[in-house]
């Protein structure tokens, strides 16, 4: 037997904006609430246990923003990528610059608090 992800925790200064800025980039919805003001978001008819991770975003006073030792990948599903990255800015995603040549197959971008994630140019299957 082997592990596979079930949740990614991301430490959030405003924990609401960041579950709805992460739920309409994935898709998600909220699926619980901690006393601590932690948001879970996950798949619609699944939530945690399902074949994808859950998001948690936890309440922080200091979250880090920026780069991350680890930091998200997201894949368009349903549009190409230049559509979807229309889609993301809209949302609030703002570009990022970590030092790219402009050659990349991806975009760097930011969400809400600054935390790093990439737009990849490969459209996915949905799950």
């Given at each position: 037997m082997a592990c596979r992800i079930s949740e990614?925790?991301?430490?959030?200064?405003?924990p609401a904006r960041l579950a709805a800025f992460w739920s309409e980039v994935l898709g998600y919805v909220e699926?619980?609430?901690?006393?601590?003001?932690s948001i879970e978001i996950g798949p619609?008819?699944?939530?945690f246990g399902g074949p994808l991770p859950t998001?948690?975003?936890?309440p922080s006073d200091a979250p880090r923003a920026g780069k991350l030792p680890l930091h998200l990948d997201v894949s368009p599903t349903d549009r190409d990528q230049?559509?979807?990255?229309?889609r993301l800015l809209a949302?609030?995603?703002?570009?990022?610059?970590?030092?790219?040549?402009g050659e990349e197959s991806w975009h760097?971008?930011?969400?809400?608090?600054?935390?790093e994630f990439c737009l990849l140019r490969t459209r996915i299957r949905p799950v």
């Open positions: 990614l925790v991301i430490d959030a200064a405003d699926v619980g609430r901690e006393d601590d003001g619609p008819d699944t939530g998001l948690v975003l936890s230049d559509a979807e990255l229309r949302l609030g995603a703002t570009p990022a610059d970590v030092g790219q040549t760097v971008l930011a969400d809400p608090e600054g935390n």
